[in-house]
């Protein structure tokens, strides 16, 4: 492949379609094949961007699509295993067992202090992790210069009202070329799901001509700074609005109007199945509610999530109260109004599966660890209206006359730094989000990606009920069925946290003679780890 030359124009064709042929089994191409055929695309997508007036517009789009092909391969395998959406290939591994002096940065220094890695030519999954990282931000880079040469391209064959689209599994990009006028208020559905809306206003001058770059890729790109978030189950698109030449141009927008993207998830996301709660058998004279809490406490204080539950009664035809506090317990009653907000859960307006929904936006959970949910039921003489001001508020304790099942996830929405990472900053997710898509809200463009975890369940009791709620009702203290990707190493972050909860717990929920359970049900080899 090193030997191929870019010297014609059938050389590129043909070099590029059989790239484009060969990079299209992402599972079985090494790092070497990888960097290879990423600085090959990226040489013939320079030549490509300079010989584009001297050609047709087909043979410019037939080659580009070719080259778009490649890139986004070879993008997605060396990302694959770093997401654990495929196999860490022997091959890579054998010739990650590379002596020290491969390692010339801060990085590997660190590790090495730290005996992170194993001894010399020894294999180590650490040391193949790190090249793969390595490997994957420079491909990304080299990815980012082919698909802008390739837009310029296309960019020189393109008039007012013109487009070209490239449509593979690997792949979908379009680029139209049109007025700023016609862009106010535009929504783009480039392919299933996925949609962006741009707003009313922005800060382009509406008589300029512009083409508006956008593409979405199955597989989202890992960060540079491993372990911070979670975009393995996410797509990863795009938008980039181009000028005449085909360089970028920086896009604004306020809070007011912001661009909304729909970013649909793995088609292959299994829901897990809902936990079920038995009230009935529970019984309190000191307490108004019932309470979960939930952990949503982040690696780096500075990504957000939002928070999604659901609720779903035996009786639907039931209402409730739900209230909320974070970082803290919610106490509602005649004496004490310590809550972050509350909601009232009418039947009538119950979804057509049963289930109750609340939302609890990113920007309100930010550098908060957790949340505590307590539910009530109404009994016959409250009245459940949406459009109550104010909670209905009692002092006595809670009962309820039929059992529920709950759920709960966060999702986030994250854009691609110049260095790589996936930040949260200045977005915001929208209150349709769901199991199949994350609808984002942002002031500006970028490459943007989701978040997506199951959130764990944990029902807090108190002592005076611990001895009843053993003995007759084992299922009213499970959490979330699961806890997805956990394997036996990454419990140990688990663990901690529950450590630190414990020790916090006296002072921030006011009770010292709270009691946390936890069970925290590990689905791969179906094997409880349980915590008190």
């Not at 191929?4 to 590029?16: E, K």
């Not at 010989?51 to 070719?66: K, Q």
Request: include cysteine; proline fraction near 4%.
């Amino acid at each position: 492949m090193n030997d191929l030359t870019t010297t014609t124009w059938n050389n590129i064709l043909l070099q590029a379609s059989s790239i484009a042929l060969l990079t299209h089994a992402i599972n079985e191409l090494t790092r070497d094949t990888s960097m290879l055929a990423s600085s090959k695309c990226r040489d013939m997508a320079f030549t490509l961007k300079s010989m584009a007036r001297l050609v047709s517009s087909n043979d410019v789009e037939n080659i580009g699509n070719h080259l778009i092909q490649c890139a986004t391969n070879v993008l997605s395998a060396v990302n694959a295993p770093l997401q654990q959406r495929g196999a860490i290939l022997e091959l890579d591994l054998n010739r990650s067992s590379a002596t020290a002096n491969d390692y010339d940065d801060d990085m590997y220094l660190n590790l090495n202090l730290n005996g992170i890695f194993m001894k010399e030519n020894e294999p180590s999954y650490e040391r193949n992790f790190y090249h793969q990282k390595r490997t994957a931000n420079i491909i990304a880079k080299q990815v980012a210069e082919t698909l802008a040469a390739i837009a310029v391209a296309f960019n020189v064959h393109l008039t007012v009202g013109q487009n070209t689209t490239v449509n593979t599994t690997s792949v979908f990009t379009s680029l139209e070329k049109t007025l700023v006028s016609s862009l106010s208020n535009k929504r783009i559905s480039p392919l299933g799901s996925a949609q962006i809306h741009i707003p009313l206003s922005s800060n382009l001058t509406q008589s300029d001509t512009v083409s508006v770059w956008s593409m979405i890729q199955p597989l989202a790109v890992a960060s540079v700074t491993p372990g911070q978030v979670n975009t393995s189950l996410s797509t990863m698109i795009s938008l980039s609005i181009l000028d005449s030449h085909g360089k970028e141009i920086s896009i604004h927008t306020d809070n007011e109007q912001p661009i909304e993207f729909f970013i649909p998830r793995d088609p292959n996301l299994i829901i897990p199945s809902m936990a079920l709660y038995n009230v009935t058998l529970i019984h309190d004279a000191k307490h108004q509610f019932y309470f979960h809490l939930i952990n949503i406490t982040q690696s780096n204080v500075n990504l957000t999530v939002s928070l999604h539950i659901e609720m779903r009664p035996r009786n639907r035809s039931l209402n409730y109260l739900m209230i909320f506090r974070l970082d803290g317990q919610p106490q509602l009653n005649t004496l004490i109004n310590n809550i972050d907000d509350w909601s009232l859960l009418c039947s009538s307006n119950i979804s057509d599966d049963g289930i109750h929904k609340y939302f609890i936006s990113n920007n309100r959970t930010a550098k908060h660890r957790f949340v505590i949910i307590g539910f009530r039921e109404l009994n016959t003489t409250e009245i459940c209206s949406n459009k109550s001001s104010t909670p209905p508020i009692t002092d006595q304790p809670f009962n309820f006359s039929s059992d529920y099942e709950l759920r709960t996830f966060t999702s986030a929405c994250y854009y691609l730094d110049s260095n790589n990472n996936w930040q949260s900053d200045g977005l915001l997710v929208g209150s349709m989000t769901d199991y199949y898509q994350t609808q984002c809200f942002s002031t500006h463009l970028s490459t943007f990606a989701s978040g997506y975890s199951h959130a764990p369940n944990p029902v807090l009791l108190f002592n005076d009920l611990f001895a009843h709620t053993q003995n007759s009702c084992p299922s009213v203290y499970p959490g979330e069925d699961i806890v997805n990707g956990m394997n036996l190493s990454k419990s140990n972050t688990i663990l901690k946290f529950d450590h630190e909860m414990l020790s916090l717990m006296p002072s921030h929920l006011e009770h010292h003679d709270a009691t946390i359970r936890y069970q925290i049900h590990k689905t791969n080899i179906n094997q409880d780890i349980a915590i008190e």
